[in-house]
């Protein structure tokens, strides 16, 4: 088991090493502006269930820096097909989706670019930005994806599949059957465990016997990576370590140490679970406020040009939100479409 990253509190990561391979300061710049989209839209989409409009989400605040560090390594190596879990809104939006598609999906109306509305916001599938997530059912998606993996394989394909799920979907038996079919083949996949110590309520030493996810990849036979997922790079350099890995002897387990900043869905309330000082302590390493330190001390950015870009966010995710908002529900005499034969 290997660590990388160390676990930030919230200042600007020491970085005076040069950047990491494959990187250049416009990639952050780009990834700093998606990063901040998505925070933007997150935060819009939680105030517009409490208007009664988006019926519910599963916030990915804190959990950015870990989607986007693998998408920004998957997109250098440009040969990677995802299989996301409900609470990741940034790689899902992050590979190609318009602000409006995503409030589309979400306040569930026609032009969803999932299920056109008949599923949970942003699942089914998005296969012209090689996105699957058909199920809400926890960790469903990692047979689902070894299974995708496996035929890649057989047909000589050399993409690498990168499944995503939380801490609470480790404990499941889907997941044992998928990782250790995946080591017996040697298939080229990621599993990317975003651990943010809470399977719902359930604290992570109430579900688990182990402090690391990541030490149960030795019983699979393949490697485990603990990560700082609350650093954007640690992040992309564990997953483009895993990525070269993966193609070329197997499966790789990167356990994301992050943080929940939100409760696990707008229906529920963690302060019934969580004190109010670990909820506090949590949002002073939060990976948005430190990424956004980072690019100012390594004059990425000015505070003149993160204002710009928050700004141009903003704006976005307004129009976003009037045009999902004036847009109609699906026509209901297609309810049918795509379930019966006809």
Not at 238 to 266: D, F, Y
Request: charged share 25%.
């Amino acid at each position: 088991m290997t660590q990388i990253g160390n676990q930030t509190d919230g200042k600007a990561t020491d970085l005076s090493q040069p950047l990491p391979q494959g990187i250049k300061p416009e990639d952050l710049v780009d990834f700093y502006r998606r990063m901040i989209t998505v925070r933007t839209i997150d935060e819009r989409i939680w105030m517009m269930n409490r208007q009664g409009k988006v019926p519910i989400a599963a916030s990915c605040q804190g959990h950015e820096a870990a989607q986007l560090g693998t998408l920004l390594a998957a997109e250098k190596d440009g040969n990677c097909f995802f299989f996301p879990y409900y609470r990741d809104l940034a790689i899902k939006m992050s590979v190609g989706l318009s602000p409006t598609q995503v409030m589309l999906s979400f306040m569930g109306k026609e032009g969803d670019p999932y299920s056109n509305a008949r599923q949970f916001p942003l699942q089914g599938a998005d296969l012209p930005h090689n996105v699957i997530q058909l199920s809400n059912v926890v960790a469903a998606g990692l047979t689902q994806s070894v299974g995708y993996s496996m035929a890649c394989k057989m047909q000589g394909d050399e993409r690498v599949t990168l499944v995503y799920f939380g801490d609470g979907a480790a404990s499941q038996g889907e997941t044992h059957e998928a990782m250790n079919f995946a080591g017996v083949h040697k298939l080229p996949v990621i599993f990317v465990c975003e651990n943010n110590g809470y399977a719902i309520s359930v604290p992570q030493r109430l579900q688990m016997g182990i402090g690391d996810v990541a030490n149960r990849a030795e019983g699979y036979g393949f490697p485990g990576v603990i990560v700082d997922g609350l650093d954007l790079l640690a992040s992309y350099e564990a997953t483009r370590e895993a990525i070269a890995h993966a193609r070329r002897e197997g499966p790789v387990l990167l356990e994301m140490k992050l943080e929940r900043l939100m409760p696990h869905t707008t229906d529920d309330d963690d302060t019934r679970y969580r004190p109010k000082e670990e909820i506090e302590s949590a949002r002073t390493r939060d990976p948005v406020q430190a990424f956004g330190n980072f690019m100012l001390e390594q004059g990425y950015l000015t505070e003149e040009q993160q204002e710009e870009i928050r700004a141009a966010a903003r704006r976005a995710i307004n129009e976003a939100t009037d045009a999902a908002d004036a847009a109609q529900p699906p026509d209901a005499s297609n309810l049918h479409q795509h379930v019966y034969a006809s």
